[in-house]
């Protein structure tokens, strides 16, 4: 099989790139390790920022979204039983949120690249890639009838995620790797309960954060900070409505937080992870396959887009005008918004955090949200950098 691009992974930053340089009539193949059902399932981010929908909407892929997803413009801080919010959208241009689940980006973008003729194969194993370093770099699988497969491409786009085998293909030693570990972790929660608020609420509190999330009218996200080493199973259900009750609670407000039944319970890896440079030969590494970051400010599916949009452009450019210029920049223009993301989600980890062991970082996050409280120049940066500046 001779293809000009082939694509592993078919998550935000796969399904982003296939449906872009498809529209140029590039054609690719996309491979992907689980079953369709499974990757239109599995829930995982929900914010979108605002640039990302005006790049979808460019390519005629946010149809739907447009028509469902909630703009949301406002968040809110609780710390010690006092509440504030931000309206961020009236601060940054007017740009808002738009809560849209990660699943059913990866349904709308799956159904539009096969409506359109594109070819992706699910529940493959065994993905080998080799020879990245010449001008036919390959791609090597078996399918899900067991049959091995190759694809001989002009370029491979490792959209396979922070535990996919594209990284690991790049021998040792040509990678710079920044690792972080936040010493903190987030028990994440999926309930069958409708949002008790309006606006996405991040709670500060002596037992550890929490936050409020939005999904759908019938579905809500919470976070809850938990000691190190927590397991999921750890916590029962009881123990987190309990929990969350506490850690949102408002003096003098009839404020409530309404329970529903808990669907997903799971200990997150607050971990930031970003490999230098972004490419090595003819495979381009996009999204979590480059850099994860924590969920603090919703920008990881936002980043994997903005690479495949910016990987995007450069292979479209190169197929055009023979121009190699922007697969040359690739990787230094899309860290640049990596580190700024990650520069961002860091100083928020730290405002909404409290580190039991040590009570002097839980003042200095009091002492940021005052700060965020009571300054506008200190809400307006806040402002740019949580809408994507
Ligand atoms: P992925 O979505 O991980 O897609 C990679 C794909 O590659 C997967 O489908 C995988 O099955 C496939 N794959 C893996 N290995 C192979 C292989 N060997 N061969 C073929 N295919 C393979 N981000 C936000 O922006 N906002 C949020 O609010 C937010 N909340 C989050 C909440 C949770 C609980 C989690 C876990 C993440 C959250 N994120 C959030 C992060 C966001 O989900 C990721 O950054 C995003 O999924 C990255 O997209 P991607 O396409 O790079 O990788
Ligand atoms: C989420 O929707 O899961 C989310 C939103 C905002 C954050 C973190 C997570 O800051």
Redesign the pocket.
């Known amino acids: 099989m001779k293809r000009a691009v082939a694509v592993?992974?078919?998550?935000?930053?796969?399904?982003t790139l296939a449906n872009l340089i498809q529209q140029s009539g590039i054609d690719c193949v996309v491979?992907?390790?689980?079953s369709r059902a499974?990757?239109e399932t599995?829930?995982?981010?929900?914010?979108?920022e605002h640039r990302s929908v005006t790049m979808l909407e460019s390519l005629g892929l946010a149809d739907r979204l447009l028509m469902e997803a909630d703009r949301h413009g406002t968040c809110e801080f609780r710390v010690n039983g006092q509440a504030f919010q931000v309206s961020y959208s009236d601060l940054y241009g007017n740009q808002k949120h738009y809560v849209y689940p990660?699943q059913e980006v990866?349904k709308d973008l799956i159904g539009s690249f096969l409506d359109a003729g594109g070819d992706i194969r699910f529940s493959?194993s065994d993905?080998e890639l080799r020879d990245l370093t010449s001008s036919t770099p390959s791609v090597h699988?078996t399918s899900a009838d067991g049959v091995r497969t190759c694809v001989s491409a002009d370029f491979v786009a490792g959209?396979?995620?922070?535990?996919?085998?594209?990284r690991p293909s790049i021998p040792d030693g040509v990678l710079t790797e920044f690792t972080h570990q936040h010493g903190i972790e987030w028990l994440?929660i999926l309930a069958e309960a409708p949002p008790s608020t309006k606006a996405i609420i991040y709670a500060l509190h002596e037992d550890g954060f929490a936050g409020h999330?939005l999904r759908s009218p019938s579905v809500s996200?919470f976070y809850l900070q938990v000691p190190v080493g927590t397991k999921a199973s750890d916590w029962s259900d009881e123990q987190v409505w309990e929990a969350l009750h506490k850690r949102f609670a408002l003096q003098g407000s009839t404020w409530s937080l309404t329970e529903g039944k808990i669907i997903e319970k799971?200990v997150?890896d607050m971990r930031s992870h970003v490999v230098e440079p972004m490419s090595y030969g003819r495979l381009y590494l996009?999204?979590?396959?480059a850099h994860?970051?924590t969920?603090v400010g919703?920008?990881?599916?936002?980043?994997?887009m903005n690479?495949a949009a910016t990987f995007g452009r450069a292979l479209i450019s190169f197929y055009e005008t023979g121009s190699e210029a922007g697969l040359k920049t690739y990787s230094d223009d899309c860290l640049r918004r990596v580190w700024r993301a990650q520069e961002f989600s860091q100083w928020m980890v730290n405002m909404i955090h409290t580190d039991v062991s040590s009570p002097f970082f839980g003042r200095l996050a009091q002492a940021r949200l005052e700060h965020l409280a009571e300054s506008p120049a200190y809400r307006a940066t806040f402002a740019e950098n949580y809408v994507g500046p």
């Open positions: 592993v992974g078919a998550g935000p930053a796969g399904l491979l992907e390790k689980a499974h990757v599995r829930p995982r981010a929900g914010v979108l990660q990866v493959v993905v699988w959209c396979d995620g922070f535990h996919g085998v594209s994440a999330m996200r799971r997150l996009l999204g979590d396959a994860i970051i969920p919703a920008k990881g599916m936002n980043l994997a690479d």
